[in-house]
Structure formats: C-alpha cells, structure tokens
C-alpha cells in the first residue's frame, strides 16, 4: 500500500475516533508525518501508533495529536505554545491552524532536526527554543492556547500564568507507570475550570534543576 492510501486510511480512522474538525483533518492530511520519523520507520508514518525518535523519545500517536489538537479550539487568531517539541510534527500540525506557533524542547538535537524540518516544508510561523517548557516560555508572553506534548505530575504555574483568560491549557497529567489523564484547563475571571479529556501515555516533562542561589 502507497504512502498516499495509508495516510486515506489514516484520516478514516481519525473520523472514526471522534475528530470531526475540518482544519485539524486538513491539517493532518497536510503535513508529512513521513518526514518526522527516522527513515527506517517511514513505511509506519501512517500508522495509528507513536514512534521512536531518538533519545528516549517518541512522535506521538497521530489519533492522541488529532484529540489534543481538536481540544484545543485554536483557530487562525491565536497564538499558541507547546512544551514539547520533539520531532516537531505537533508543531507543524498547529501551525497550519493557528497564527504565530511557539515550541520550546529541552534536548538540543531534536530541536535542530526539527528546525531543519521548519524549514523544509517552509513554516514560517513557528519559533523554537531550547529550554525547560515548565517554566513556560522564557520571555513574557500570554498566550491563546498552550499545549503540553509531555507528562507533568502536575499543571506547571507557569503556564497557567501565561495563559490569556478564556485561553485554554491541554496537558496529560499523571506520573510514569500510572494512570495519565488528558485535562482541558480553562482560564476564565473566576479561575481554572478543569475537564478530563480521557486517559493517555506519555514520555515525562523533565523540568531542570531549580539553580541553587548561593549566598553572600
Ligand atoms: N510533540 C512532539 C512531536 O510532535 O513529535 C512529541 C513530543 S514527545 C512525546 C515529548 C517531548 O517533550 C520530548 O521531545 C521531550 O524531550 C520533551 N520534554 C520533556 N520535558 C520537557 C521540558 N521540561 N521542556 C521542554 N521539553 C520537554
């Protein structure tokens, strides 16, 4: 079966699952998931499972992109950040949705195969950075939509507090080994309104050693 024929079969299946928004659907069928996987996973680009990536990590299950993506009801208006960046597929997903993109990853090496990525299939709207994600992105800024590609065991403060009111933050929560739940948290005048989205598995948020400030 060609690679075309998969990614038809692909898309079937995401309509199956529940994904019914057009742009997330067009989206999808847009980019080219073959281009984020090692060459020797290629064949398996639509396939309806995660892969690895390297170093530990993976490019996560195109249904589980397809669910956070739809949850996250960005439209060409907003700004949108993601922890997470890893092969970058997430990334390029959404910003064929959404205005400006901003993604920060904590391993260098994926950030440069999936900047070179950026560039290929020329995506201007996305920056990247190197960092710890959990701190939200380093330079203040709000934003429309934030979306986390990793486990946290719980919501980091910063990104709450980087989100614009009546913005909304999809993170899977949970620890390694256990259950992880998929939340959809608003922020709204009168606080945080919390939904549970569903179960899901994913790598770990990694946050950085808090640095020790000496004294004197
Ligand atoms: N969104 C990615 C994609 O489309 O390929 C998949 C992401 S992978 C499941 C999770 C990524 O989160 C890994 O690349 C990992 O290095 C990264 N990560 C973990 N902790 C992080 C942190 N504190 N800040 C930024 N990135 C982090």
Same mark, same amino acid.
């Given at each position: 079966?060609?690679? %075309?024929?998969?990614?038809?079969?692909?898309?079937?299946?995401?309509?199956?699952?529940?994904?019914?928004?057009?742009?997330?659907?067009?989206?999808? +069928?847009?980019?080219?998931?073959?281009?984020?996987?090692? !060459?020797?996973?290629?064949?398996?680009?639509?396939?309806?499972?995660?892969?690895?990536?390297?170093?530990?990590?993976?490019?996560?299950?195109? +249904?589980?992109?397809?669910?956070?993506?739809?949850?996250?009801?960005?439209?060409?208006? $907003?700004?949108?950040?993601?922890?997470?960046?890893?092969?970058?597929?997430?990334?390029?997903?959404?910003?064929?949705?959404?205005?400006?993109?901003?993604?920060?990853?904590? $391993?260098?090496?994926?950030?440069?195969?999936?900047?070179?990525?950026?560039? +290929?299939?020329?995506? $201007?709207?996305?920056?990247?950075?190197?960092?710890?994600?959990?701190?939200?992105?380093?330079?203040?800024?709000?934003?429309?939509?934030?979306?986390?590609?990793?486990?946290?065991?719980?919501?980091? +403060?910063?990104?709450?507090?980087?989100?614009? %009111?009546?913005?909304?933050?999809?993170?899977?929560?949970? *620890?390694?080994?256990?259950?992880?739940?998929?939340?959809?948290?608003?922020?709204?005048?009168?606080?945080?309104?919390?939904?549970?989205? *569903?179960?899901?598995?994913?790598?770990?948020?990694?946050?950085? !050693?808090?640095?020790?400030?000496?004294?004197?």
């Amino acid at each position: 079966m060609s690679l %075309e024929a998969r990614k038809i079969r692909l898309l079937m299946q995401l309509r199956r699952a529940g994904i019914t928004d057009t742009a997330v659907l067009a989206a999808i +069928e847009k980019v080219p998931r073959e281009r984020f996987v090692p !060459p020797s996973f290629r064949d398996q680009a639509y396939e309806n499972i995660a892969l690895p990536i390297g170093l530990g990590q993976t490019i996560s299950q195109p +249904e589980v992109v397809a669910t956070m993506t739809q949850a996250l009801e960005a439209t060409r208006r $907003h700004t949108v950040l993601e922890v997470g960046t890893g092969s970058g597929y997430q990334a390029a997903v959404l910003s064929r949705i959404c205005r400006r993109l901003y993604t920060i990853e904590r $391993h260098a090496d994926l950030l440069k195969e999936a900047e070179a990525r950026f560039a +290929e299939l020329r995506l $201007h709207n996305i920056t990247w950075r190197r960092g710890d994600g959990s701190r939200g992105w380093p330079e203040p800024r709000r934003f429309d939509r934030i979306i986390v590609t990793c486990a946290a065991e719980l919501t980091p +403060e910063p990104l709450l507090e980087q989100l614009q %009111e009546g913005g909304c933050l999809i993170l899977p929560v949970g *620890g390694q080994g256990r259950t992880q739940e998929l939340l959809r948290l608003r922020k709204t005048k009168d606080g945080i309104r919390q939904e549970e989205l *569903g179960f899901v598995r994913f790598v770990p948020l990694v946050a950085d !050693p808090v640095e020790r400030r000496s004294a004197g």
